[in-house]
């Protein structure tokens, strides 16, 4: 059984940093592209960072380039999201997203249950 479990999210003020990690178990984490997702509300999900199987191509929503940086440690199955910077526009509940194809964007085959993030002003 797959399952993909995030932690990190919670209260910050604006400019303020979080680290979110999901942590895999029950598929070859390092077989499939892994990523963020965010959904806020009233909006729809959208994928905020996207990393290959590799580490080796990444991926950002226009709005958190120079803010975020999506990473893996494969040894681990552990995949994290730095936030710097943050905005309250960056509030949301943020979703680990697996593939098991090269690249989330292809296609998710398993969320987390994911973990909010609020960005006071």
């Known amino acids: 059984q797959v399952e993909l479990v995030e932690s990190g999210g919670g209260l910050v003020q604006a400019g303020g940093s979080l680290r979110l990690s999901c942590t895999a178990s029950g598929l070859t984490f390092s077989r499939g592209g892994m990523g963020w997702f965010r959904q806020a509300p009233g909006l729809e999900r959208e994928l905020v960072a996207a990393i290959s199987w590799s580490g080796g191509n990444t991926d950002y929503l226009n709005s958190v380039k120079g803010r975020f940086a999506i990473s893996r440690d494969n040894a681990k199955n552990t995949l994290y999201l730095q936030m710097n910077s943050l905005k309250p526009e960056d509030t949301a509940v943020y979703y680990c997203?697996?593939?098991?194809?090269?690249?989330?964007?292809?296609?998710?085959?398993?969320w987390g249950k994911g973990t909010l993030v609020t960005v006071s002003s």
């Open positions: 997203a697996a593939s098991a194809r090269v690249i989330v964007q292809s296609g998710v085959d398993y």
